[in-house]
Nanobody, 123 residues
Framework: QVQLVESGGGLVQAGGSLRLSCAASGLTFSIYHMAWFRQAPVKEREFAAA????????IYADSVKGRFTISRDNAKNTLYLQMNSLKPEDTAVYYC????????????????WGQGTQVTVSS
């Protein structure tokens, strides 16, 4: 049974930082492309960042580029999202997702999802 478990969310002031983690089990993590998506209240889920299976290529949404860094540790079966210079508009539930179909910005391309972790940025 595949499990993706996010952690590291919380309440932070604008300008602060958080590091999210996603622990994977039940799949061969090292061959999956991974991503972070987020969903704010009354908004659709949106892409934040993605990373290929070997960490060699990363892509970011324009809204987070230069502030967020996605990374992975295949030995620990863990995905990370370092979030710096946080803004109130970054407030959302953050989800990690896994796919074998290539690094993608589209949620429909991902097969497995975590339950999410809440990030709240106060102004």
């Amino acid at each position: 049974q595949v499990q993706l478990v996010e952690s590291g969310g919380g309440l932070v002031q604008a300008g602060g930082s958080l590091r999210l983690s996603c622990a994977a089990s039940g799949l061969t993590f090292s061959i999956y492309h991974m991503a972070w998506f987020r969903q704010a209240p009354v908004k659709e889920r949106e892409f934040a960042a993605a990373i290929r299976w070997n960490g060699g290529t990363t892509i970011y949404a324009d809204s987070v580029k230069g502030r967020f860094t996605i990374s992975r540790d295949n030995a620990k079966n863990t995905l990370y999202l370092q979030m710096n210079s946080l803004k109130p508009e970054d407030t959302a539930v953050y989800y990690c997702a896994a796919t074998r179909r290539g690094s993608s910005r589209y949620s429909k391309d991902y097969d497995y999802w975590g339950q999410g972790t809440q990030v709240t940025v106060s102004s």
